[in-house]
Structure formats: C-alpha cells, structure tokens
C-alpha cells in the first residue's frame, strides 16, 4: 500500500516536472506565453516545485506575452489590415494594367480572326481559362479564406469602339480614376479603344488619356 502511495507520489512529482518544462518551452512563443504565465503562477501559489528556476521562465513568459501584446499584435493586425480590405489596392494596380493589356491583344487577336469585336470578354476565352479579375480592387474578404475581385469593365459601342478598364479607386467605371490600357504612341491612329494610355517606355514625357 505505501509502495503504491509512493508510485502515485512521483507520478505526480513527473507530471509535474514535465508540465513546467512544456511551459518553460511555450515561455518563448508569443502567441501562446500567456499559457505558460498562468501555469507557472499556479505553480508558485499551490505546488512551490523548483521556484528558482520556474521564476526565470515565468519572467520570459511575460516579457514575451507583453512584447506580444503591446507591438507583434497590434503590428501584425495593422499590417493585415493595409494589405487585406475592401476597394482599391495600389500595390496591384501594375498587374492589373498588365492584365488588361493582355485582354486587350485578345481583344484585336479576335477581332482580326472574326473581323468583329466581341459582345463580351467571355467571346475571347478560346479555350483558355481566364477570370477577368481586377486584382486591383477587392469586393469581399474573408480572414484566411476566400478574397473576392472587380470584373475588368467591358463595353461594345459600336461594331469600331470599344472600353476595356479597370474601375480605380472610386469602385465606378467610365470615371477619372479607371485603370486603362496601355498602348504604343504608333496605335493610337488606329486604335478602337475608347480610352487607353500611351506606354511610358514611347513617349516617357506623355501623360496624355484619349
């Protein structure tokens, strides 16, 4: 019976041991220190096992839980915030001018194979696959999971014009702000875009929109 008692008591002596090395362990983490502070707490009211060294460890758990509390959170956050919202991303506002120039060149390619401008972007598919996103403006974010995009604005005028643009930083297309093709000052003349851009690297000086 006294063996058993015995057995029992250093059961308890090794799990306790091994709770407060995990703890001592996790001290370090930021995001989960907290843990560590509340055991190692516990540990000085009721069980009193090895305080000098467990007081080393609970000091680094709360320094790391204040570090983790006053700056990584508030940083991590605010940095989640600037790059995960609803409207307009400059960060991708070059990407998507690349896109539209690309859905631009499948815009002529399909109008010299069928001499007709197409009704709408999904006529220049062609097999490929393309979403027609504009990267550049976010219409709905869930946190780590799904981030929902602008469709790229496209209208058929007539069976000679055309708008091909991105809706900018109001949310709104055929306004000031919209994200346009780029093209080469040589195709302005001949030209079925509405509204484009020259490309910087023909005329560097030019800021001009038609």
């Not at 995960?84 to 010299?112: D, M, P, T, V």
């Not at 996103?133 to 790229?152: I, L, P, R, Y």
């Not at 000052?185 to 030209?191: A, E, L, M, V, Y």
């Amino acid at each position: 019976m006294s063996l058993t008692i015995k057995n029992i008591g250093k059961f308890r002596e090794y799990s306790i041991d091994i709770i407060l090395i995990l703890s001592a362990v996790i001290s370090f983490s930021p995001y989960i220190s907290l843990i560590a502070v509340v055991i190692f707490s516990l540990n000085f009211l009721f069980v009193k096992r090895h305080v000098n060294v467990t007081l080393i460890f609970f000091s680094i758990a709360v320094l790391t839980s204040v570090f983790n509390y006053s700056y990584l959170k508030p940083k991590t956050e605010k940095l989640e915030k600037e790059i995960f919202y609803i409207g307009f991303h400059y960060n991708w506002e070059n990407k998507a001018i690349q896109s539209l120039n690309y859905y631009n060149h499948k815009i002529i390619e399909y109008r010299c194979n069928t001499g007709f401008l197409p009704n709408n972007l999904d006529d220049i598919q062609d097999g490929d696959t393309m979403s027609f996103n504009d990267e550049s403006f976010v219409t709905q974010f869930e946190k780590h999971k799904t981030m929902d995009f602008a469709k790229f604005y496209y209208e058929k005028i007539d069976s000679n014009h055309y708008h091909l643009l991105g809706i900018g930083r109001d949310g709104l297309p055929k306004t000031d702000d919209d994200l346009l093709p780029e093209i080469s000052i040589s195709d302005t003349s001949k030209t079925e875009l509405m509204r484009f851009k020259i490309k910087e690297n023909t005329r560097p000086t030019l800021k001009l929109e038609h």
